[in-house]
């Protein structure tokens, strides 16, 4: 289970160290996808898998259904840390999280996510904001903490 967060910088390279706490569990291999509000996701591959079975059984007749997994799978990348536990963030997907420097790695319980740091502040100060709000809503779905 992913869980915390912390603060990186990426690399000249575009490389990222993944900190030392979540890459026992990513394991070797993994996949870097495009996530929503504007950050990375990072699956272990089983994690992936799980996933991928999922999508693959949308309705191909859902033009919704069609266009999710088009983007979703185009904009995804197997990866594999290097022995200093970076990992290369391609080109397009940092254009697409508008990462260029600063980031911030965040468990989110079955997968990472990595965000450009300014926007992980913005979208946390926000968030913040509306916690309890959401806490209520989950509620609905069973979820009492």
């Not at 950050?39 to 898998?49: D, G, H, R, S, T």
């Amino acid at each position: 289970m992913f869980l915390g967060e912390y603060q990186h910088n990426i690399d000249p390279k575009g490389r990222l160290i993944i900190p030392a706490k979540f890459r026992e569990d990513l394991g070797e291999q993994f996949v870097l996808s495009k996530g929503l509000d504007g950050c990375l996701f990072v699956y272990p591959l089983k994690e992936w898998q799980e996933l991928e079975n999922k999508l693959r059984s949308l309705p191909l007749t859902q033009k919704d259904a069609r266009a999710f997994a088009r983007t979703f799978f185009s904009g995804a990348n197997e990866a594999e840390l290097d022995k200093q536990g970076r990992v290369l963030l391609p080109p397009t997907l940092r254009n697409y999280a508008k990462i260029t420097k600063d980031v911030m790695v965040i468990g989110v319980g079955n997968r990472l996510e990595i965000w450009d740091l300014t926007a992980w502040d913005k979208y946390n100060n926000e968030s913040d904001k509306s916690f309890e709000q959401l806490a209520e809503l989950m509620g609905q779905y069973g979820l009492d903490i």
